[in-house]
Nanobody, 115 residues
Framework: QVQLVESGGGLVQAGGSLRLSCAAS??????MGWYRQAPGKQRELVATITKSGNTNYTDSVKGRFTISRDYAKSTVYLQMSSLKPEDTGVYYC???????????WGKGALVTVSS
């Protein structure tokens, strides 16, 4: 079955950088991406990347975050730079299988950006 292993969360000061990783196994994936949920807010899309390499970002992270895929390792990354306190939240990896079109979610990685 599909298994997701997230890593890279932590505490960073404003202006710093972090890289999140999500290693997915058990299938071939069409779309891979990241969502986040700040305290007291709804979960929102951060960035996605398709099997063909097309990317999509929420406006608030454009120019600061970069999503990428390592196809050999079946891993999606989120490089986060120029971090702001408002980026604080739990970041969830999300993947969609190519054959069944089913979504799977990671357990979440906490990112805390101090001012």
């Amino acid at each position: 079955q599909v298994q997701l292993v997230e890593s890279g969360g932590g505490l960073v000061q404003a202006g710093g950088s972090l890289r999140l990783s999500c290693a997915a196994s058990g299938s071939t994936f069409s779309t891979m991406g990241w969502y986040r949920q700040a305290p007291g807010k709804q979960r929102e899309l951060v960035a996605t990347i398709t099997k063909s390499g097309n990317t999509n970002y929420t406006d608030s992270v454009k120019g600061r975050f970069t999503i990428s895929r390592d196809y050999a390792k079946s891993t999606v990354y989120l490089q986060m730079s120029s971090l702001k306190p408002e980026d604080t939240g739990v970041y969830y990896c999300n993947v969609r299988t190519w054959y069944e079109g089913e979504d799977y979610w990671g357990k979440g990685a906490l990112v805390t950006v101090s001012s």
